[in-house]
């Protein structure tokens, strides 16, 4: 049972426009998210975390939301850009001593369409 | 060089052939990690290592030796493997101890098993 979802496994958006990632996880001790971005060719690049003792998190374009009642966290990038158009994973970890262990989602592909 | 690099980026062997993944982290980092992403699936984490001391096997094969000679170095040694074997392989490298921390990727070893 995959304790990630990442239910669409692909959105498209118009250039300038918000682009919205969603992600739901089912396991009420994860206490710390992450999303990566993933061109062709290349590893997950890091972009953003957010910890269960916040709300929201935002690095410039990138904003993360996150509901613990809902179990939910998304992604928001405004103005959205073609150079935006990758697989987006997000990822989730219970927190525990040592090496932290994250579970992720299977993955969007966003299309940012000029 | 910088960052995580792997070697080799592709990678086709039979399955009685033996071969190894190369890892190297240029990031002073302490733990290190072996995925398998196979299609249409999320990253599935197979081994962790911390401080050189293999902390987690995700109920991987025997067919599949990791080795961290140091901190800076991962290898996966890979033997009598069969065609679902067939995936991308990343390695990361995160620092641990000081609460969570994210991870960082190579750019993968395409593995294909004949």
């Known amino acids: 049972d995959q304790q990630v979802k990442q239910n669409s496994p692909s959105l498209s958006v118009q250039e300038g426009r918000i682009s919205i990632l969603n992600c739901d996880y089912t396991?009420?001790?994860?206490?710390?998210f992450l999303w990566y971005k993933k061109y062709p060719a290349e590893g997950p690049t890091f972009l953003i975390s957010?910890?269960?003792?916040?709300d929201k998190n935002e690095d410039g374009r990138f904003t993360v939301f996150l509901n613990k009642s809902a179990k939910h966290l998304s992604l928001h990038i405004v103005p959205s850009q073609p150079g935006d158009s990758a697989v987006y994973f997000c990822?989730?970890?219970?927190?525990?001593?040592?090496?932290?262990?994250?579970?992720f989602g299977t993955g969007t592909r966003l299309k940012v369409l000029a | 060089e910088t960052g995580v690099t792997q070697t080799p980026r592709h990678l086709v062997m039979g399955m009685t052939n033996k071969k190894s993944l190369k890892c190297e982290q240029h990031?002073?980092?302490?733990?290190m990690y072996w995925y398998k992403q196979s299609a249409k699936k999320p990253l599935e984490l197979m081994f962790v290592?911390?401080?050189?001391?293999?902390?987690e096997n995700n109920s991987v094969p025997s067919r599949f030796s990791p080795e961290c000679p140091n901190s800076s170095h991962l290898f996966l040694h890979l033997h009598t493997l069969q065609p679902e074997d067939s995936a991308l392989y990343l390695c990361?490298?995160?620092?641990?101890?000081?609460?969570?921390?994210?991870?960082?990727f190579g750019p993968g070893t395409r593995l294909t098993v004949t």
């Open positions: 990031l002073g980092h302490n733990a």
């Open positions: 290592y911390n401080f050189k001391e293999q902390t």
């Open positions: 990822a989730a970890s219970a927190g525990n001593s040592g090496t932290y262990k994250y579970i």
């Open positions: 990361a490298s995160s620092r641990e101890g000081q609460g969570p921390n994210e991870q960082y």
């Open positions: 957010i910890s269960s003792i916040k």
């Open positions: 396991n009420s001790m994860f206490d710390y």
